[in-house]
């Protein structure tokens, strides 16, 4: 059985990078959306265990979990980053938080169990051509499980400003809190990337990705077999699109990721909670057991290198920082199993905040290869 993956595609930038939504929005750097004053966090719990400085945010997603035995209506995962030139590319600079809300006896998000296509984007975030393709699709997607609706409602919008990859304008609006969000001012202390809202889409290539991955190999494997040399090689694979293949020729692993991310090459990140993570290399380092109840952990989600090139896209505003130095592969997400609630968070109502895993894959420009990093 193939694991159902949800994209998260860029929808449109920030009006102000700094600007406030809340935490059922699914976005791509900013200023983080806390359920909850952020006093009440753990002093240091975002900051960089390299240099101490203040992480930013790189990704936070509204991901529920409403079916199984571990029901939470209420629930975000956020990963933060490092943009001092010294930390980009050490793994200690990187930190993922779970923050989920207990809802004994009954209470319901407002959000979740509303059932929103999770082919389509809130508030009309969906590019022309996506709409044209999508059009005699809708009937298909209405069966997608009740995670995949609820994280596509979460990608509430916040501005009317361009899509990262699009000059054209988004009709999206921001739908606040009533009465929590107008009245706060802006947080111009926490260190920034630039940000951008996202979009929700099924990756309907991992239906048919195995085949294409075990082409690849057999072909490596016959070429290596019948003795060609490298002009023959390079006359076989298209030289500008897989120069960087070529030096993995016999690596399935990373052409199974290229071909991947070329069937969708704007997604910025690969959600599949409970499913299995898309390597840039074969080997991958244990994630390690819950540090609040010991259970083992399973893989969430993954951030895609298109994330970084949006990023790099918007640089030249003083208002953030550069992430030049990140030259990661891919961040893999992984989180409890069974999605637990810390000590505190015994009594209904009150939100529990817990430190997950992130494995980082890491180009080397020199060899052509990959490291990996844990933390």
């Known amino acids: 059985m193939i694991d159902k993956v949800i994209l998260g595609m860029p929808g449109p930038w920030a009006k102000n990078h700094r600007e406030k939504s809340d935490?059922?929005?699914?976005?791509?750097g900013g200023i983080p959306d806390w359920p909850f004053p952020k006093e009440e966090l753990r002093a240091g719990i975002v900051q960089c265990r390299v240099c101490g400085s203040t992480l930013c945010l790189v990704a936070q997603v509204f991901a529920p979990i409403l079916n199984g035995d571990s029901r939470v209506e209420e629930r975000v995962v956020y990963v933060f980053g490092c943009a001092m030139p010294?930390?980009?590319?050490?793994?200690?600079s990187w930190r993922m938080l779970r923050i989920q809300k207990s809802s004994f006896g009954g209470?319901?998000?407002?959000?979740?169990?509303?059932?929103?296509?999770?082919?389509?984007?809130?508030?009309?975030?969906v590019d022309e051509k996506r709409e044209l393709r999508n059009d005699d699709d809708d009937d298909d997607d209405l069966d997608?499980?009740?995670l995949s609706k609820a994280l596509s409602k979460a990608m509430t919008l916040a501005s009317k400003s361009k899509k990262p990859n699009s000059s054209q304008k988004s009709k999206a609006v921001v739908k606040n809190s009533p009465g929590k969000l107008s009245n706060e001012l802006i947080d111009t202390l926490t260190p920034v990337v630039p940000?951008?809202?996202?979009?929700?889409?099924?990756d309907l290539s991992s239906k048919r990705i195995n085949a294409v991955g075990s082409s690849y190999s057999s072909l490596c494997i016959k070429e290596n077999q019948s003795g060609l040399n490298d002009h023959q090689e390079e006359e076989t694979w298209e030289e500008e699109r897989y120069e960087y293949d070529k030096a993995l020729c016999a690596d399935r692993t990373y052409l199974k990721f290229k071909k991947r991310l070329d069937a969708y090459p704007e997604q910025c990140f690969r959600y599949s909670i409970g499913g299995k993570p898309l390597l840039a290399m074969k080997e991958l380092e244990e994630p390690g057991s819950c540090q609040s109840c010991?259970?083992?952990?399973?893989?969430?989600?993954?951030?895609?290198?298109?994330?970084?090139y949006f990023l790099h896209e918007a640089d030249d505003d003083s208002s953030t920082h550069t992430v030049q130095h990140w030259d990661w592969m891919t961040l893999i997400a992984?989180?409890?199993?069974?999605?637990?609630?810390d000590a505190t968070a015994n009594r209904r109502g009150s939100w529990?905040?817990?430190?997950?895993?992130v494995i980082v894959q890491v180009e080397k420009p020199i060899e052509g290869l990959a490291t990996l990093g844990h933390f």
């Open 86 to 92: 010294s930390c980009g590319s050490n793994r200690n």
């Open 294 to 308: 010991g259970a083992p952990r399973q893989y969430e989600m993954q951030l895609m290198p298109p994330l970084l």
């Open 144 to 146: 997608l499980e009740a």
């Open 334 to 341: 992984y989180t409890c199993s069974k999605s637990c609630f």
């Open 352 to 357: 529990s905040i817990i430190e997950e895993a």
């Open 23 to 28: 935490h059922y929005t699914t976005k791509i």
């Open 195 to 202: 940000c951008f809202y996202i979009c929700s889409q099924e």
């Open 107 to 125: 209470e319901k998000s407002s959000y979740a169990g509303e059932g929103i296509d999770s082919a389509k984007c809130v508030d009309g975030c």
